[in-house]
């Protein structure tokens, strides 16, 4: 087992991974015989695809991210791959991003760009409907899937590329380290069933319900929470919600770092939030960004 693994410098509770160019260069040649194309049309070919990576390293890789993920006390990896040299594309990213994916789980459909996972800008200028493209807005801590009925385990996102960013730092929050996390997660209002939509953009053209607040099969605290998709039904779920959104941003024990290019956080959705801080402005800003979010393998 040739990747090393060591404890993030922002948080006990987050393991890295890297990943040397020496090891990478192994996977070249089996990554070229599926082009994007075939990974998009042809699912089973991603799971080909992961299992070269998981040779690689000895079928360990998918062992150690397993345990990470499902493990309370963790439940988050940052993969940081030695990709200095130009002959690691953002092709073999996307790639690398699937592999890793398909080593834990099934993703899910994105409706966003109709694909098993979404690539995206975040630019100087945007006149999206999201959160998620406003570059000088923080985007405020928040679990994936609120909006959809498919089930959301876990989420990778991957940094493609930027250009003339500084700012923007990724921002993550454990639930078992959120000061308030006894108070609002025992509140009769957090466990009511919410309606959650979503804006145009997201290409989902129904609504679901489910709480804020549930209970894992330990029965420790859960969250499926976003600040923009959630539409209360009435004065004591508002008053909740705007409760739960400065609670969590107030939080002194969010983790705060910068993403290396190429890197991937890969977090288990359930009780790791996640965000980001705004960007410093700059005309020629732009951050490229893969997301893919799925369910564990049973």
Do not use: C
């Not at 090891?23 to 990974?39: A, E, G, M």
């Not at 006894?182 to 319900?209: A, H, M, R």
């Amino acid at each position: 087992m040739s990747f090393k693994i060591e404890n993030h410098q922002s948080s006990n509770r987050v393991r890295v991974i890297k990943f040397q160019e020496s090891d990478l260069d192994r996977l070249i040649f089996p990554f070229k015989k599926h082009t994007i194309l075939s990974l998009e049309y042809k699912p089973f070919s991603r799971f080909s695809l992961a299992k070269s990576l998981d040779e690689v390293f000895e079928n360990k890789l998918s062992q150690t991210l397993v345990k990470i993920l499902n493990d309370r006390e963790t439940g988050t990896v940052i993969v940081e791959p030695e990709i200095g040299n130009k002959k690691f594309d953002k092709d073999f990213l996307v790639k690398l991003s699937t592999g890793l994916a398909y080593l834990v789980g099934n993703p899910n459909f994105d409706s966003m760009t109709d694909k098993y996972y979404a690539r995206f800008f975040v630019k100087h200028q945007d006149s999206s409907d999201s959160y998620l493209r406003k570059a000088y807005t923080n985007l405020d801590l928040h679990t994936d899937g609120t909006y959809v009925k498919e089930k959301t385990d876990w989420l990778i996102m991957t940094k493609m590329e930027e250009q003339n960013v500084s700012g923007g730092e990724s921002v993550i929050l454990h639930l078992d380290d959120w000061e308030h996390l006894d108070e609002l997660s025992n509140n009769p209002v957090g466990q009511q069933n919410f309606i959650w939509g979503s804006p145009k953009s997201k290409n989902v053209d129904y609504k679901v319900e489910h709480p804020v607040f549930s209970k894992d099969k330990n029965g420790k605290p859960t969250i499926s929470y976003i600040d923009q998709f959630p539409q209360p039904k009435n004065m004591e779920q508002g008053l909740f919600l705007q409760k739960l959104s400065d609670a969590l941003e107030e939080s002194k024990n969010k983790v705060v770092f910068p993403l290396p290019v190429g890197s991937t956080i890969f977090s288990n959705n359930y009780f790791w939030l996640h965000g980001r801080k705004a960007f410093n402005e700059h005309t020629g800003l732009s951050r490229e960004l893969l997301r893919i979010r799925g369910t564990f393998f049973n």
